[in-house]
C-alpha cells in the first residue's frame, strides 16, 4: 500500500482518498514487480467513515479517525447501517474496483476490501473499550457486530458487483483475543461474511495481523479460501491445522524484507518455497511490504518464486 | 490479613474490579478489587502491603500469563481495571509519602504513530508493579520527553512504536534523550522492533513482552 504509493511517486494521503491514485499505483508495482493479484486496500476507516466518523488523511502517514463515534449502549442501537454508494471513502473504493477491471481488462484478479467485525467494531468504539465490552456486555458486543456485517456485507456485494474477484477480509485486531472470545464472538460472523462472499461468486481471503496461531483450530472451520498468516506463525503448523485446501499466504517477516540485504531475502525465499513445495501457497511477506523497502529485496523476493514456479 | 491481600492479587489477576461487574462470569455477586481494598484500608493494613502483596502479586501473575499466551489484552484490560480501581484508594499514601514507589517511568507511542494499545498495556503492567508511570500518550516528540524527564529526574522511558515508519523516530528520541539527560535508561518496544534494532539505535534495553519491561525495570530499581 504505503510502499506502492511512493512507488507512483504520491503521498499516502493521496493514495487513500484518490481511488486512480490507488490503482494506477497498484498497477505500476504489478507491473514492475510482477505480482499476480492487486488489491483495494488501504486502511481500515472505509466504513468507518460511511458510519459517520471523521476521518482526516494526515500527508505521509495513514487516515486516522479522529475520535470513536461509539461510548454506549446507546451510541450502539442508534447507529444506522449507511449506503455504501453514498459515502464518498465506500463509493471511492468501489470505483476503484471498476477503474481496475477498466485498465486490467479481467487479465488480473483483483482484491476487494472490507473491514472484519470485531476490527470494525474496534474502528467505532475504540480498541480498548471494544475489548473490555467483550468482558463484560454481550448486548453492547451482538448488537454492533451485528450491524458491523451489515455493513460488510452490502459493501463486499457492492465491490464484486463493481469487478472484484477476491474479497480480502482485515480482522487484524482478532489476534488478540483468545480462542473461547473468537468461537464465542467472531467465529459464526466469519462464516456468514464468507458464505455471503462465496454467494456473490467471489472468493475469500481472510487476514488477521499477528500472532494467530492459538485461533487456527477455529479459523478452520471458517471457510476462507485463502489465509493470510503474519511472520510469527509457522507455516507448517498452519498446514497441519487449516489442511491442503486452504491457500496460505505469507509469511517472511517484512521488518527483514525492508532491513536484511538482498543475499538474505534470497535465502529465505527460498527457504519458505522450499518447504512449501507441493502446497497451496502464495508467497508474500507477513504482513505489509513496509514502505522503506529497497527495490531490489523485493525484486529478489519475486525473482525467486519465478525460479522456483518454473522448475 | 493475608487472606485478604490474597484476595486482592486474585481480584486483580482475574479482573474483578468491583461488587457490581459481571466479569469474570465465575465471580459474579462476590467483591472486587475496589471493596476489598477498601476493607483491608479500614482494617488498618499498611497501604504498602496492599500495594506489594496485594496488587503487585496479582499484576506479575497476569504480565507472565500474558507472555504465555495464558491470557490475551481483553483479559489484561481488566486486570489493569481493577488494579486501577484499587490503586485510585491508594493514591493519598502515595502523595503523603507513606507509600514509596520503586521509581517513574515515563512512557509514549513515538511521534507519528496513533496506536496505543501496545503502549497501554506496558504502562499498566509496570504501574501494577509498583512504579510511578507517566503516560505522555501517543504520537510524541523527542521534545516532550526530555521536558518530562527534567519535570521527573531519575525517570525511565519507555518508547512504543507499531509502525516500521514509525519505529525510525525511536532513533532521534533516544539521541535526544541521551544528550540532554545521559544516564537516563531507555526501553524500546512494538511489533517491528528487535534487539539489533535496539543496538543500532543505542537504547537500553529491548522487550518482546510488557513483563520484560517490568522486570528489567524492576531489576534496575533494585541494582
Known amino acids: 500500500m504505503h510502499f506502492a504509493a511512493r512507488f507512483n511517486n504520491h503521498t499516502y494521503a493521496e493514495f487513500a482518498s484518490d481511488y486512480r491514485i490507488l490503482v494506477e499505483s497498484n498497477i505500476k508495482a504489478m507491473e514492475y514487480f510482477d505480482m499476480d493479484m492487486v488489491g483495494l486496500i488501504s486502511d481500515p476507516f472505509r466504513e468507518t467513515s460511511a458510519f459517520g466518523a471523521e476521518i482526516t488523511f494526515p500527508d505521509d502517514a495513514v487516515p486516522k479517525c479522529e475520535y470513536p463515534i461509539i461510548q454506549t449502549y446507546e451510541d450502539v442501537k442508534s447507529l444506522k447501517n449507511p449506503d455504501v454508494y453514498k459515502n464518498f471513502r465506500t463509493l471511492d473504493r468501489i470505483k476503484g474496483a471498476k477503474y481496475f477491471q477498466e485498465l486490467l481488462k479481467g487479465e488480473v484478479p483483483v482484491i476487494g476490501w472490507i473491514e472484519g467485525p470485531l476490527a470494525e467494531a474496534c474502528d467505532l468504539a475504540g480498541v480498548s473499550n471494544m475489548l473490555i465490552q467483550l468482558m463484560i456486555d454481550p448486548d453492547f458486543v451482538h448488537q454492533l457486530l451485528d450491524k ?32 473461547n472470545t473468537y468461537d464465542n464472538y467472531i467465529k459464526e460472523r466469519h462464516k456468514e461474511i464468507i458464505n455471503y462472499i462465496h454467494e456473490q461468486g467471489a472468493k475469500v481471503k481472510l487476514h488477521i495481523c499477528g500472532n494467530i496461531t492459538h485461533l487456527l483450530p477455529s479459523l478452520k472451520e471458517v471457510g476462507m479460501d485463502i489465509l493470510d498468516l503474519d511472520w510469527q506463525v509457522d507455516m507448517d503448523y498452519a498446514f497441519e491445522i487449516v489442511g491442503p485446501d ?11 524484507i525492508q532491513n536484511k540485504s538482498e543475499e538474505e531475502v534470497i535465502e529465505l525465499t527460498i527457504n519458505l518455497l522450499e518447504k512449501e513445495k507441493g502446497r497451496r501457497h502464495i ?9 522503506n523497502t529497497p527495490v531490489q529485496n523485493l525484486l529478489a523476493m519475486r525473482k525467486e518464486s519465478y525460479i522456483d514456479t518454473n522448475e | 490479613m493475608d487472606d485478604l491481600l490474597k484476595k486482592i492479587a486474585y481480584c486483580v489477576e482475574f479482573g474483578k474490579i468491583n461488587l457490581q461487574s459481571p466479569y469474570p462470569p465465575d465471580m459474579k455477586g462476590q467483591q472486587g478489587a475496589d471493596e476489598l481494598t477498601k476493607e483491608a484500608l479500614d482494617k488498618g493494613i499498611d497501604a504498602e502491603d496492599i500495594l506489594q502483596k496485594g496488587l503487585v ?13 495464558k491470557i490475551f489484552v481483553p483479559q489484561v484490560l481488566m486486570s489493569a481495571k481493577a488494579m486501577n480501581t484499587a490503586i485510585s484508594h491508594l493514591k493519598p499514601y502515595f502523595q503523603s509519602g507513606s507509600v514509596k514507589r520503586k521509581g517513574t517511568f515515563v512512557i509514549g507511542t513515538v511521534a507519528g504513530d496513533l496506536h496505543d494499545i501496545g503502549k497501554n498495556l506496558v504502562a499498566m503492567m509496570v504501574e501494577g508493579n509498583g512504579w510511578e508511570v507517566i503516560d505522555l500518550g501517543t504520537d510524541v516528540n523527542s521534545q516532550r520527553f526530555v521536558e518530562e524527564l527534567k519535570n521527573h529526574p531519575g525517570s525511565y522511558v519507555g518508547l512504543s512504536a507499531l509502525l516500521t515508519t514509525t519505529m525510525i523516530n525511536m532513533e532521534e528520541i533516544v539521541k535526544e534523550v541521551k544528550a540532554s539527560i545521559p544516564e537516563t535508561k531507555v526501553l524500546i518496544g512494538g511489533a517491528p522492533v528487535s534487539e539489533d534494532f535496539k543496538m543500532k539505535i543505542g537504547a537500553d534495553f529491548y522487550s518482546a513482552d510488557p513483563q520484560g519491561a517490568v522486570e528489567y525495570l524492576n531489576a534496575m530499581a533494585m541494582a
Not at chain 1, 246 to 256: M, S, T
Not at chain 1, 283 to 291: F, P, Q, R
Request: aromatic residues 4%.
Open chain 1, 283 to 291: 508467497l508474500s511477506a507477513g504482513c505489509e511490504i513496509t514502505v
Open chain 2, 57 to 69: 502479586i496479582g499484576m506479575e501473575k497476569v504480565g507472565i500469563k500474558f507472555r504465555e499466551n
Open chain 1, 148 to 179: 458491523c456485517i451489515i455493513t460488510a456485507k452490502d459493501f463486499a456485494r457492492a465491490q464484486i458487483e463493481a469487478g472484484c474477484n477476491l474479497i480480502g477480509i482485515g480482522d487484524a485486531i482478532c489476534s488478540q483475543i483468545d480462542r
Open chain 1, 246 to 256: 486452504v491457500i496460505r499466504c505469507g509469511n517472511i517477516d517484512p521488518v527483514v
